[in-house]
């Protein structure tokens, strides 16, 4: 009987044991179920809409050259795909294990509504190791990076990664949704055109990006934190989409060691250990994780608190650093990481606005917006979360932008300085600011004083 392939956040043919064990057993029929109905579920945001429909159209082009199909469906995801097992006469449904609080109980749902005989089965595959597997030595769950990294580089490296398996036609294929017709696509107005200039899209170019970084990984921990220069592999939201594997990009680096392919594998593991942490703490990114910081007098959102959140979406701070990292964000879809921290750090203690706010805008905007390493990110920032900075440690954005030698990458998105000197770009006086480029919205030292303040009113 056919078998239907569940996809969500794992739009790839190769290592992808759903397909694989799918076609094991009979004709596979993969479907994408757009489910903007499942309870709690939080829904893409505009930028991951946007990925979503070119991965969508690339991986059904993929299966195209198999002579397959992609079959598209819109609902509730159990629903959908209890009324699809019917409809196909499946025998079962094939899915990778997923999360996010609203798939776990999608998941949950889908294997108490399906009728006897057809079976839901679940494999591992979004993460290096399945989340909820690295344990300390009384078998709990670790909250805190450094030795969830030791106890998972213990049980690293992953199995070898699977290849695209044969697959066979099924009699006859469902209907499917049209892509066009969902309109994952921006229109009015459409900003999507400097996205498509930043990025290919789907599981072809994710190999590329992968191989196009290896060749300069070595570079990696040396590089990594400085904006100007394109040290990271970009692959964020190819990961976050599953385009590729963690497991294929840990193994292209099998044979190629040093400090900086370490440090790049550390970093993918706080991929891992994000996904961790909201397995223990499913509304992770909806809360602070240290109760009191709901007391702590954020500013809220109206008057000027609201023209300041305005200038932070907008990069119209005043500060070169945070505005280049917010234009970066709106145009592509993306921000380097360092530049995130600085830019997060801003909005939480410049402004004193609520991490929420800033993580649901990273959401919107982001390519790569992830539940888990979203709110891991900005919890810690904020200080707020499980393993994270302290709140009274706040990050001078101008020193920052100088240390990390920001001047070109303050060039390429902040237009208006571009002629600036190296010595005047990360913070222009009032005589040497151009008349188009705002004043700072808020002095650092006031700022400074205003987040203490309020942490020890706390
Ligand atoms: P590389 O440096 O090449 O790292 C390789 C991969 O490791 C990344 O693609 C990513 O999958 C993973 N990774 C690296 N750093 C982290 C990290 N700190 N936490 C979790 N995974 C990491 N990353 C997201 O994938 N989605 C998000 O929604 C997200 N939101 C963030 C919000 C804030 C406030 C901050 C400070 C960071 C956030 N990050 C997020 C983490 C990090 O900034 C990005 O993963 C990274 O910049 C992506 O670029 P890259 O692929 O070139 O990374």
Redesign the pocket.
Known sequence: SPQIVWLRRDLRLADQEAFHAAAARGPVIPVYVLDDESPKHRTMGGASRWWLHHSLASLASDLHKHSYRLILRRGRAAEVLVALARETGAGSIHALRHYEPWWRNAERELKESLPDGIKFIRHDGLYLLPPGTVTTGSGGPYKIFTPFYRAMRERLPPGEPLAVPELALPESWPESDKLEDWNLLPTKPDWSGSMNAAWQVGEGAAHEQLDA?AEHASK?EAE?NLPAID??????????FGEIS?RQ?WSAFADRRGKGVES?LR????????ANVMLQFPDYPEHSYKVNFANLAWRDHQGEAAADLEAWKRGRTGYPIVDAGMRQLWATG????RV??I??SFLIKHLLIDWRV??RW??DT?V???????????Q??AGTGVDANMFVRIMAPLLQSEKFDAAGYIRQWVPELAGLPDEVIHDPSDMERPDDYPPKIVEHRTARERALGAFREL
């Open positions: 970084f990696y990594r040290g990271s592999s970009r692959l964020s939201p190819h990961l976050h963690p990009v790049f970093e993918l593991v706080w991929r891992d250990y994000a993306w921000m380097h990481n995130r921290m830019a997060a800033g993580e990273f959401w982001l790569d917006a992830d539940y888990a390493s979203n709110g891991t990110n900005w810690w920032v």
